[in-house]
T-cell receptor, first 114, second 113 residues
Framework: KQEVTQIPAALSVPEGENLVLNCSFTDSAIYNLQWFRQDPGKGLTSLLLIQSSQREQTSGRLNASLDKSSGRSTLYIAASQPGDSATYLCAGVSIKAAGNKLTFGGGTRVLVKP | DGGITQSPKYLFRKEGQNVTLSCEQNLNHDAMYWYRQDPGQGLRLIYYSQIVNDFQKGDIAEGYSVSREKKESFPLTVTSAQKNPTAFYLC????????????FGSGTRLTVV
């Protein structure tokens, strides 16, 4: 069964510093891995989707890498801003899982201090 | 704009009552999902449906029921058998294949009063 872990659970950085968020998964047979952002009391907003054949995806200040052999994905946020404060979740779809089900990590709660 | 609409945003349930959460999508996605989110426990899958008139139990289906009569709609009923229903409920949709991600709705917060 796929397990997804995100460490640390919480992170606080000063504005302008680069953010590095880690995600590890136990089953390397994944279709894709997706990073989401969640603001308090809100739904999930998709940030980046990395297909199993890709090693990274970029969107603006965000870059996500995927290393299936080590079971890791990393989300980089360059030049952090207070508006980046949120919870970031990674989730993967295992090839072996029926129904294309997404398995989530517990999230990393980020606070960017002005 | 395409997306997923969940309603209501807030819902209050009395003890012993059944309540239904609405989820509608106009993305033409085949699959739809219901997740429950509790503080400190992350998201857990309740039910999912890959095609109209078919659905499967997720990890925590007890006390919940669903239907999928239309491709666009996947309502979730929280029955009186669900002993701890207070949570944040999220609906999502997706298509099959590695190049498709999930799209989520804005959620419904259910509280037992």
């Amino acid at each position: 069964k796929q397990e997804v872990t995100q460490i640390p659970a919480a992170l606080s950085v000063p504005e302008g510093e680069n953010l590095v968020l880690n995600c590890s998964f136990t089953d390397s047979a994944i279709y894709n891995l997706q990073w989401f952002r969640q603001d308090p009391g809100k739904g999930l907003t998709s940030l980046l989707l990395i297909q199993s054949s890709q090693r990274e995806q970029t969107s603006g200040r965000l870059n996500a890498s995927l290393d299936k052999s080590s079971g890791r994905s990393t989300l980089y946020i360059a030049a952090s801003q207070p508006g980046d404060s949120a919870t970031y979740l990674c989730a993967g779809v295992s090839i072996k899982a029926a129904g294309n089900k997404l398995t989530f990590g517990g999230g990393t709660r980020v606070l960017v201090k002005p | 704009d395409g997306g997923i609409t969940q309603s209501p945003k807030y819902l209050f349930r009395k003890e012993g009552q059944n309540v239904t959460l609405s989820c509608e999508q106009n993305l033409n996605h085949d699959a739809m999902y219901w997740y429950r989110q509790d503080p400190g426990q992350g998201l857990r899958l309740i039910y999912y449906s890959q095609i109209v008139n078919d659905f499967q139990k997720g990890d925590i289906a007890e006390g919940y029921s669903v239907s999928r009569e239309k491709k666009e709609s996947f309502p979730l009923t929280v029955t009186s058998a669900q002993k701890n229903p207070t949570a944040f409920y999220l609906c999502a949709s997706s298509n099959q294949g590695s190049n498709y991600g999930y799209t989520f709705g804005s959620g419904t917060r259910l509280t037992v009063v």
